[in-house]
């Protein structure tokens, strides 16, 4: 029911109206789910359930958070959140986007590319538009798996860290080494090797870690084991923690 729901919206209204009015839809989408079995890291509700979604991913319905989200939000709280930081933010989801924006004595700019996503400002992760040493924290989901020059991605977040800052990264994983081929360009064939029309590699995490380490990163792998369903955290979720470290 949820997926058609949605599959209508976004047929009928236009992607920033449908931004702008989005808040308001989810809250009356949320008279139906709300309960006190689980509750949403990110907005706080208490639910009756998640909604299963894509993948089999729990989907809040008062503000949209995946596992993912949820996650993130935890870890940013419980350890990354300080007056004073400067966050800038690839491709955020909106929900992360609309908390942070609200979090008091921070900076934070969103950027994308693609116009896909509520962002301030659309930095090519390849070439900044921005000067050396200007960030606290980076965080770059999902985003280095849809970049061709990785490495020159990894170059510049480097160049727009301050030292001894912190990149946050995820990515879709595998077991083995990472795996690309640039002859393989149509949305069909990517979505067959890569498993997204717009992905062009799958990392394995040691593969991730050694390229980052060769950009003169210093990398801490964190694995969650654990599966929180009071939250709808996922088990067996990976986030790569990395830090600027001078020469």
């Known amino acids: 029911m949820y997926k058609v729901l949605q599959q209508l919206i976004h047929f009928i209204l236009p992607r920033k109206v449908f931004f702008k009015s989005e ?4 809250r009356l989408l949320y008279l139906g789910y709300r309960g006190h079995t689980f509750t949403c890291t990110v907005c706080g509700k208490g639910l009756r359930t998640f909604i299963t979604g894509k993948n089999g991913n729990l989907l809040c319905p008062n503000c949209g958070s995946l596992p993912r989200n949820r996650r993130l939000w935890q870890l940013l709280e419980t350890e990354f959140l300080r007056p004073g930081i400067h966050i800038l933010d690839f491709s955020p989801s909106r929900c992360l986007y609309r908390k942070l924006k609200k979090v ?3 900076k934070y700019t ?3 590319l693609s116009n896909d996503f509520i962002a301030d400002t659309q930095y090519d992760i390849t070439h900044m538009a ?4 200007q960030f606290d924290l980076i965080i770059c989901y999902h985003i280095l798996e849809h970049v061709i020059d990785d490495i020159k991605a990894m170059q510049e977040l480097y160049r727009v860290l301050k030292p001894n800052g912190k990149i946050l990264i995820q990515t879709p994983f595998q077991e083995g080494s990472i795996y690309e081929d640039y002859s393989i360009t149509s949305a069909e064939e990517r979505l ?3 498993g997204q029309e717009d992905h062009v590699r799958v990392y394995s995490v040691s593969g991730l870690r050694e390229r980052l380490e060769q950009s003169g990163f210093e990398v801490d792998v964190r694995t969650h084991f654990e599966e929180n369903t009071v939250n ?3 088990a067996q979720e990976t986030v790569l923690v990395v830090t600027k470290k001078m020469p």
Do not use: E, M, S
Request: proline content about 10%; cysteine-free; aromatic content about 4%.
């Open 23 to 26: 808040l308001v839809l989810r």
């Open 110 to 112: 969103a950027t994308d």
């Open 192 to 194: 067959k090797h890569f």
């Open 232 to 234: 709808g955290l996922n």
């Open 130 to 133: 921005a000067p050396d040493d």
């Open 104 to 106: 008091p004595q921070i």
